[in-house]
């Protein structure tokens, strides 16, 4: 029996997904181990406490909240320093946390901090006797790794969207706490957060992502592509590197070996060839459609369902056809 | 600045890839390695800086077997100034253990700025650069896509998931390179000439305990794709009712 730790990412004072996703993997292995307690930590600005109900859902027996006036933005030194305290207090098996930006910067200065050993990305996880056996994509999503992780606390980040929130519900008890380092003593100071306008629904968490290549020919046509994802309600645009290369999208949207990795359920590249760096990094889609003139196109071996011909004559009337679905309920 | 780069030796992830007899590493037969994709980035980051902020010192580190001081000269090559070899029979998977022997190595040495790549493309870690800054106790920014440095001062800008943070640090730090930042130049024939008679040091690696470790690998299962539903506008409606009664997606 062994007591687990989840931590609990929230932006602008919302409980991100990933954060469920954390509890639940420290709920599954804390089940697996016998059935200890889940302990959760969020930090950030006063008001956060209020969102900490929803935690229990997922399994989560205790949350610690730590408000401070200065954590309305990330702060490493901060976060790191307190998340390595309340670890280092509570002797857990194992610490989730979210593979997301926060939580890449995150993750490995806990690990070090304790001084125990970690997994990344990190899409499966089973407790195996002394170890953590760990699913994670290897060369650039080529290869899939069993990884074998030993040691207490086992220090593990989560790929986004690979294991999804399951509920458990549990009476949650929550408690407050301070930061483990004064955030005016921090060195490190993110002085700005902007929002990209474009970025609605992040690649990450979007279930469904409408991705576009060159056969756009424009920056402009990109419409057809955002229309499409608009249709769907629920689907994040991406792009490929030569699209974000000439800087018809933000580097952010591209989707491939040396940009974001993705695995969404519905995955539409409209006019996208299919190049192995693009390909690297959203074959591991549940479903693709290819949309595309060209019928030789690579896309079309990996893609579950292609249409061939004139994306501009096609994107739109598939576009029509979602909404209507969409209207239909 | 007195700069140092670690850099990582990968297989182009161009290539096919077969798992080796063993189930738990790649068959190496075949495959061509260089250097990770963003530890080029952190290369010419370090280069355009000493060149635009006057004259300075860009040592490159790597760890592993021999044939690590390839990539070394290809870094020297490109303009780096001196190589660092930390000797390992091969680079463990455990990321912590790598930080450890990095860290060992960069301590005291007074370099201004220690840049990583964001992530190696061959494991997909992405850890051993905030794990090198925390062991050594320097301030650190991941994944930075922009950067200034002014007064002893840095500015950087790393993307968030629809996001982006400006994020200031004091000087000595470490940091991960995002791509976008600098395209890595290549070498010039005068830059590999020039390499040959730069110094690599060799020194064994003070690898870390290592408590991760790959069990198995294996290649995803091949997709069965490559089903054409039709061609033009007319295919849509056939596309749209597979994907709500076959695939259930919609």
């Given at each position: ?47 956060l ?10 399994g ?36 989730f ?48 790794a ?35 380092l ?80 993705v ?55 598939l ?11 | ?133 925390e ?44 791509e ?10 005068k ?5 040959k ?54």
């Amino acid at each position: 029996m062994a007591d687990t730790f989840a931590f609990v990412e929230a932006r602008g004072g919302a409980i991100r997904k990933v954060a469920f996703e954390a509890i639940t993997a420290a709920r599954r292995v804390a089940d697996a181990s016998g059935g200890g307690e889940v302990h959760a930590l969020a930090i950030g600005a006063p008001g956060l406490r209020a969102e900490m109900e929803q935690l229990g859902r997922f399994g989560a027996d205790r949350v610690t909240v730590v408000e401070h006036a200065g954590l309305e933005r990330y702060s490493p030194e901060v976060f790191a320093a307190t998340a390595v305290a309340a670890i280092k207090a509570g002797g857990y098996r194992a610490a989730f946390f979210a593979a997301s930006a926060l939580g890449r910067d995150l993750t490995p200065r806990v690990a070090a901090g304790l001084g125990v050993g970690m997994a990344s990305d990190v899409t499966a996880v089973d407790l195996s006797g002394d170890a953590l056996l760990l699913k994670h994509p290897v060369y650039t999503g080529k290869a899939i790794a069993t990884l074998r992780l030993v040691g207490s606390p086992a220090v593990v980040s989560l790929r986004p969207g690979a294991m999804a929130a399951s509920e458990a519900p549990r009476a949650v008890r929550i408690e407050t706490a301070v930061p483990a380092l004064d955030p005016g003593a921090a060195h490190v100071v993110v002085t700005a957060t902007e929002v990209s306008a474009a970025a609605k629904l992040d690649l990450g968490e979007a279930p469904v992502i409408v991705s576009g290549g060159r056969g756009l020919r424009a920056a402009e046509n990109f419409k057809l592509v955002e229309d499409l994802a608009d249709a769907f309600g629920n689907a994040a645009v991406g792009a490929t590197r030569a699209v974000t290369d000439d800087g018809w999208r933000p580097s952010a949207d591209q989707i491939g070996q040396t940009g974001r990795l993705v695995s969404p359920t519905l995955y539409v590249a409209v006019g996208i060839s299919g190049a192995v760096q693009h390909l690297a990094g959203m074959r591991t889609s549940k479903v693709i459609v290819a949309i595309n003139r060209d019928k030789d196109a690579p896309i079309f071996k990996l893609a579950d369902y292609g249409i061939v011909g004139d994306l501009f004559e096609i994107v739109p009337r598939l576009t029509d056809a979602i909404r209507k679905i969409r209207a239909e309920g | 600045m007195k700069i140092a780069v670690c850099l990582k030796r990968v297989p182009d992830t161009d290539m096919r890839f077969a798992v080796a007899a063993d189930g738990k590493s790649l068959d190496l037969s075949g495959l061509k390695f260089d250097m990770s994709d963003f530890d080029g980035y952190a290369v010419e980051v370090a280069l355009r800086l000493n060149e635009q902020q006057g004259p300075g010192e860009v040592t490159v580190v790597g760890l592993g077997p021999d044939a690590v001081q390839e990539t070394l000269r290809k870094a020297l090559s490109m303009g780096a100034d001196r190589g660092v070899h930390l000797a390992a029979a091969e680079v463990p998977f455990d990321g912590l253990a790598i930080a450890q022997a990095l860290a060992a190595e960069l301590a005291g040495q007074g370099y201004d700025l220690i840049l990583f790549g964001r992530v190696a493309t061959d494991t997909g870690n992405g850890m051993v650069g905030p794990m090198t800054a925390e062991l050594l106790q320097l301030p650190c920014v991941t994944a930075i896509s922009h950067l200034d440095i002014k007064d002893g001062r840095g500015t950087a800008h790393r993307e968030l998931e629809g996001a982006r943070e400006t994020v200031s640090f004091p000087l000595p730090a470490v940091l991960t390179i995002d791509e976008g930042i600098a395209r890595p130049r290549l070498p010039s024939l005068k830059g590999i000439m020039a390499a040959k008679k730069k110094p690599v040091e060799s020194r064994p690696a003070a690898l870390g305990p290592i408590r991760l470790t790959v069990d198995k690998l294996e290649l995803p299962p091949e997709r069965a794709g490559g089903r054409i539903v039709g061609e033009g506008p007319d295919a849509v409606p056939e596309l749209v009712r597979l994907l709500r009664e076959e695939a259930k997606v919609i």
